[in-house]
Nanobody
C-alpha cells in the first residue's frame, strides 16, 4: 500500500513563507510517480496547486498558483516539497499531496497551514 505523508504545516504570519513536504510512509517514490499538491480551504472545494514528476522533475502549476508556489523534489531525502511565499490569510487550508502511479492514485491525510493576520 502506498501511503503519502504530508508534514510541515503550522501557523505563520501573513506574508511569511511556508514549506510542506510529502513522503511515502514506509516506502519510497519510484521513477514514474507523479506527485500533485492540492489545498482545501474551509467550506471550499479542493483545488490543485501543481504537479511534479519524480524522475524528470517536470513541474506544472495551476494558472492561479503561478508565481508564489514552488514544487520540487529531492532524491536523497526521498521527499517532494511545496514552498509558498507571501502567505495570505485566505490561504489557510488543509494541504494534501497525492501520488499517481500505474497502480492507482494515493492520497495523504493532509497537513494544515494556518495564516494569522
Amino acid at each position: 500500500q502506498v501511503q503519502p505523508a504530508e508534514s510541515g504545516g503550522g501557523v505563520v504570519q501573513a506574508g511569511d513563507s511556508l514549506t510542506l513536504s510529502c513522503s511515502v510512509s514506509g516506502g519510497t517514490f519510484v521513477g514514474d510517480d507523479m506527485v500533485a499538491w492540492y489545498r482545501q480551504a474551509p467550506g471550499k472545494e479542493r483545488e490543485v496547486i501543481g504537479t511534479i514528476t519524480w524522475d524528470a522533475g517536470s513541474r506544472h502549476y495551476a494558472d492561479s498558483m503561478r508565481g508564489r508556489f514552488t514544487i520540487y523534489r529531492n532524491y536523497h531525502e526521498n521527499r517532494a516539497w511545496l514552498h509558498m511565499n507571501g502567505r495570505k490569510p485566505e490561504e489557510t487550508a488543509s494541504y494534501y499531496c497525492d501520488i499517481q502511479r500505474d497502480s492507482g492514485v494515493y492520497w495523504g491525510q493532509g497537513t494544515q497551514g494556518t495564516d494569522s493576520s
